[in-house]
């Protein structure tokens, strides 16, 4: 069957879009938003079961378009074409390619990470801002990280302006959402040593055995760690600072960080 077109903004297809922008209606119906080109093809590349794609062909940028939707419909997804009005009202990028998936969230537990006997992990406590969360986990992806765990969320996984700042690796690195205590404890039963990256630390990032079953942990943009991980992480480690600064985007952080570890266990 050829795809149903909509070119009316009031239809209910294009009102309910614009309310999955906001976290209740996303989890009430158990869904997210998946919006670009880049994102839908590691959303198919990854196997998740796309539920919907609305296209805008007056939107595209490129030409392998429609290869995408040709696939995103044999991968059982119901395929909807906007007129350009009606995708600029669903699309929340200031210009959008023209693509927009409904992708079904889902749940993973600590006990589902399958892990090395050396896990390289990435624990983010209470990270406020989207953007950042997003470029956290693209970083975590970049550095090899075997998963991410966010821990005592502010900000929600499937917010769409996390989707868009990790460029679909939301899809590619394991990802779990616990609380700290339970995650402590499982670290523990792991073996894997915990790094605090704080401000108040003596020692340095890179003076730091950052090798072996490790977890770099990091803390929300405006307070930093809290207590509990401060008092209970193995080793607290700084980023120097040679300016006024005191501190770094928590993104650009956790990039430095995880980087290091990257070049001394690729030395070893």
């Known amino acids: 069957m050829p ?10 297809r294009v009102k309910q879009l614009v309310k999955l922008r906001d976290r209740r209606p996303r989890d009430e119906a158990g869904v997210f938003l998946v919006e670009g080109y880049r994102e839908v093809r590691r959303a198919l590349e990854k196997k998740v079961a796309l539920q919907e794609l609305y296209f ?5 940028l490129g030409e392998n378009e429609p290869a995408l939707i040709a696939e995103a419909e044999a991968a059982g ?17 200031e210009r959008p390619d023209g693509l927009l998936a409904v992708a079904p969230q889902w749940r993973r537990a600590l006990s589902d990470l399958v892990l ?24 975590a992806d970049a550095a090899g990280c075997h998963a991410v765990i966010v821990c005592d969320p502010v900000t929600d996984i499937f917010n769409p302006n996390v989707v868009r700042a990790s460029t679909g690796v939301l899809f590619s690195v394991p990802l779990v959402v616990e609380e700290s205590a339970n995650v402590l404890q499982w670290l ?3 073996g894997v040593k915990t790094v605090a990256t704080t401000p108040s630390a003596t020692a340095p990032y890179s003076d730091t055995d950052l090798r072996g079953p490790m977890a770099v942990i990091m803390g929300s943009e405006q307070y930093g ?35 290091e570890a990257v070049r001394q266990r690729a030395a070893r």
Do not use: C, H
């Not at 090395?116 to 986990?137: D, M, R």
């Not at 207590?227 to 430095?256: C, H």
């Open 3 to 12: 795809p149903e077109r909509i070119t009316s903004l009031q239809n209910p």
């Open 56 to 60: 805008a062909p007056d939107w595209f």
């Open 77 to 93: 997804a119901r395929l909807f074409e906007l007129s350009k009005d009606a995708f600029a009202k669903v699309a929340y990028r």
């Open 116 to 139: 090395p006997p050396e896990p390289f992990l990435l624990v983010v406590e209470a990270i406020e801002k989207p953007g950042n969360l997003g470029t956290i986990l693209r970083s």
């Open 188 to 190: 523990r039963e792991k």
């Open 225 to 259: 760690l809290s207590e509990f991980w401060l008092k209970n992480s193995d080793f607290p480690v700084r980023i120097p600072m040679a300016g006024q600064a005191d501190s770094l985007n928590v993104a650009m952080a956790t990039i430095i960080t995880l980087f």
